[in-house]
């Protein structure tokens, strides 16, 4: 099966600043992204654990971000979701764990892994404890929930993974992978998509998201209103799910010395990147955003060990991440192949051939 194009290969590259290398949260340093997918399709529940299409993703932000927490905010447009370690971030301003994405249902043992995991990493934490970043998007439309799908060995996986990628040269895997691989999207197969951007100073930023939200008809793809113009399913069973609801993860990361407020304005601006694809944020989809600096570091009282950039000196980071996240929503799409699921559910892959033509008129 050939590969499926990313953005840049259809010439959606949003805004003027460049992208990094890989086009992805790799691009910032020491950052590391891995997954662990699940499918699997065993008999219903009670004989068999059913049909799995779900995952773990980890977003690496330090290795040693324990003992040298990075800074950390957070917003909400949406809130109809769950991530742990927001309220702190909120008070303290910082993260010292990875994150950790998953399946709306599966939260709670991920969380429980991520926990052995910080403890296992440094004796320090049964001291004074840590509070795991761990968000989720719901996927039970391809994804039988009445399982516990996700186990520990799984979220050590996606773990080891990210730990294994820093510093890689080539682009992470995308699409209906992780915690990306039961997400549908704009009508769309969704998933895990990530993009970057280098300001003309060398700073990078990038954005990585789930994305599990939207309906067909409100797609636009570089201000075009591709869903509206979309020709119907080619397959019998092709559909969508019936409630515009599941939520977007999204999270920025930057190598810019900014502190936890600062990284809580960059998180803001997801938002309006969403809002450039066609979110709305419907009543029951949960837009959560989180910012992590990796250039500057706290101590474990949150003390910086450095200034911070602020004020209007954010604005191209702001730039920056919009028109990541606009990217990121189309590497979703792209990276993602029709995938069946639990009940016969089809989520339709994106047509790379069809999308240009629309685009062209």
Same mark, same amino acid.
């Given at each position: 099966?050939?590969?499926?194009?990313?953005?840049?290969?259809?010439?959606?590259?949003?805004?003027?600043?460049?992208?990094?290398?890989?086009?992805?949260?790799?691009?910032?340093?020491?950052?590391?992204?891995?997954?662990?997918?699940? +499918?699997?399709?065993?008999?219903? #529940? /009670?004989? &068999?654990?059913?049909? %799995?299409? *779900? $995952?773990?993703? !980890? =977003?690496?932000?330090?290795?040693?971000?324990?003992?040298?927490?990075?800074?950390?905010?957070?917003?909400?447009?949406?809130?109809?979701?769950?991530?742990?370690?927001?309220?702190?971030?909120?008070?303290?301003?910082?993260?010292?764990?990875?994150?950790?994405?998953?399946?709306?249902?599966?939260?709670?043992?991920?969380?429980?892994?991520?926990?052995?995991?910080?403890?296992?990493?440094?004796?320090?934490?049964?001291?004074?404890?840590?509070?795991?970043?761990?968000?989720?998007?719901?996927?039970?439309?391809?994804?039988?929930?009445?399982?516990?799908?996700?186990?520990?060995?799984?979220?050590?996986?996606?773990?080891?993974?990210?730990?294994?990628? +820093?510093?890689?040269?080539?682009? #992470? /895997?995308? &699409?209906?992978?992780? %915690?990306? *691989? $039961?997400?549908? !999207? =704009?009508?769309?197969?969704?998933?895990?998509?990530?993009?970057?951007?280098?300001?003309?100073?060398?700073?990078?930023?990038?954005?990585?998201?789930?994305?599990?939200?939207?309906?067909?008809?409100?797609?636009?793809?570089?201000?075009?209103?591709?869903?509206?113009?979309?020709?119907?399913?080619?397959?019998?069973?092709?559909?969508?799910?019936?409630?515009?609801?599941?939520?977007?993860?999204?999270?920025?990361?930057?190598?810019?010395?900014?502190?936890?407020?600062?990284?809580?304005?960059?998180?803001?601006?997801?938002?309006?990147?969403?809002?450039?694809?066609?979110?709305?944020?419907?009543?029951?989809?949960?837009?959560?955003?989180?910012?992590?600096?990796?250039?500057?570091?706290?101590?474990?009282?949150?003390?910086?060990?450095?200034?911070?950039?602020?004020?209007?000196?954010?604005?191209?980071?702001?730039?920056?991440?919009?028109?990541?996240?606009?990217?990121?929503?189309?590497?979703?799409?792209?990276?993602?192949?029709?995938?069946?699921?639990?009940?016969?559910?089809?989520?339709?892959?994106?047509?790379?051939?069809?999308?240009?033509?629309?685009?062209?008129?």
């Amino acid at each position: 099966m050939s590969a499926r194009p990313r953005p840049r290969d259809l010439g959606l590259a949003p805004g003027t600043l460049p992208s990094g290398p890989t086009a992805s949260v790799l691009d910032v340093p020491g950052v590391g992204l891995g997954h662990a997918t699940l +499918v699997r399709d065993e008999p219903a #529940p /009670p004989l &068999g654990r059913g049909t %799995a299409r *779900t $995952g773990v993703t !980890c =977003l690496l932000l330090a290795e040693d971000a324990y003992r040298r927490p990075v800074p950390a905010g957070g917003a909400v447009l949406n809130g109809a979701g769950e991530c742990t370690g927001f309220l702190s971030a909120a008070e303290w301003g910082a993260a010292e764990t990875p994150v950790y994405l998953t399946s709306t249902m599966q939260l709670g043992r991920v969380y429980d892994a991520a926990c052995t995991i910080a403890l296992e990493g440094d004796a320090g934490v049964a001291d004074d404890v840590v509070i795991p970043v761990v968000g989720e998007c719901d996927d039970s439309w391809l994804n039988d929930c009445r399982r516990m799908q996700v186990t520990e060995d799984d979220v050590r996986a996606a773990h080891a993974a990210a730990v294994a990628s +820093v510093g890689a040269a080539a682009p #992470p /895997p995308t &699409g209906a992978v992780g %915690a990306g *691989t $039961g997400m549908s !999207c =704009l009508g769309f197969k969704g998933g895990i998509g990530t993009a970057s951007r280098v300001l003309p100073d060398g700073t990078t930023v990038a954005v990585l998201l789930l994305t599990n939200f939207g309906t067909r008809e409100e797609l636009r793809v570089d201000g075009v209103a591709v869903g509206r113009a979309w020709p119907s399913a080619g397959g019998p069973g092709t559909t969508e799910p019936d409630r515009p609801a599941g939520s977007c993860l999204g999270l920025v990361v930057t190598d810019a010395p900014v502190d936890g407020a600062g990284c809580a304005r960059l998180a803001r601006r997801i938002g309006l990147g969403l809002a450039r694809v066609g979110s709305v944020a419907h009543h029951g989809s949960g837009e959560i955003f989180l910012g992590f600096s990796t250039g500057l570091r706290l101590d474990r009282d949150q003390r910086p060990d450095g200034p911070a950039r602020s004020g209007r000196d954010l604005d191209p980071l702001f730039t920056a991440v919009v028109d990541a996240t606009e990217e990121a929503v189309y590497d979703s799409l792209l990276s993602a192949p029709t995938t069946v699921g639990r009940d016969g559910h089809v989520s339709e892959g994106l047509d790379a051939e069809v999308l240009q033509g629309l685009l062209r008129g």
